[in-house]
Every structure is written in C-alpha cells, then in structure tokens.
Nanobody, 124 residues
Framework: QVQLVESGGGLVQAGGSLRLSCAASGRTFSRYTMGWFRQAPGKEREFVAAISWRGGGTYYADSVKGRFTISRDNVKNTLYLQMSSLKPEDTAVYYC?????????????????WGQGTQVTVSS
C-alpha cells in the first residue's frame, strides 16, 4: 500500500515557476516508478512526467518537455516536479501517482495509487 500527499501548488503568473512535492508513506517508495499527471477542467487526466525507481530514467509529455523536471529523493520518500516557464494551459490539478505494483511501469487509471491532487493556476 502506498499513500501519497502532494503539496506546492498555487497561483503563479505566466512565465513563473513552481515546485510540487509528493510525500509517500511506507518503506517501499524506492521500489516504485513514480509519476505526475494533471487534469484540467473539462478534460481527462493526462500524463505529465515519470521517473524510474532508481531515478535513472525520466520521461515527459511533449507539452512539458524542456520546461518541467521530475526528480526523487528515495531517502526522504519524496517526489518532485519543478515547473518553469509556466503557461496558462498548464493550469490543472496535479496528481502524484504510483503504479499498482513495485518495479512496474504500467499506468492505469484504476490500478494506480493516487494522491489527492494540488491545484496549479497560471494567470496570463
């Protein structure tokens, strides 16, 4: 069982930066690939970024590549998302997520562990 709690969201002007954090419970955090997803009003939840369980591999949606950086601290059981050059279209609720099993990279809406989400609003 993995419990996830996001923080760091807020209101920022276009071009600004924010860093999201996700604190994970349990002693198995280091065995999980971790990811960030987001859901804008009226849209489906979409993939933003993922990082392998050791942190050696990172993956990004094309829409955030070059602007967002995902990282993790396996000692602190914490996942991060550094967001820069923010755009109004980045406005969404951002969710931290883990696949349903350790070492898995299979993401499914029903099978993932999800945090409660943190709101990011980018004003123009």
């Amino acid at each position: 069982q993995v419990q996830l709690v996001e923080s760091g969201g807020g209101l920022v002007q276009a071009g600004g930066s924010l860093r999201l954090s996700c604190a994970a419970s349990g002693r198995t955090f280091s065995r999980y690939t971790m990811g960030w997803f987001r859901q804008a009003p009226g849209k489906e939840r979409e993939f933003v970024a993922a990082i392998s369980w050791r942190g050696g591999g990172t993956y990004y949606a094309d829409s955030v590549k070059g602007r967002f950086t995902i990282s993790r601290d396996n000692v602190k059981n914490t996942l991060y998302l550094q967001m820069s050059s923010l755009k109004p279209e980045d406005t969404a609720v951002y969710y931290c997520a883990a696949p349903g099993a350790p070492y898995s990279s299979s993401w499914t809406e029903a099978g993932n562990y999800w945090g409660q989400g943190t709101q990011v609003t980018v004003s123009s």
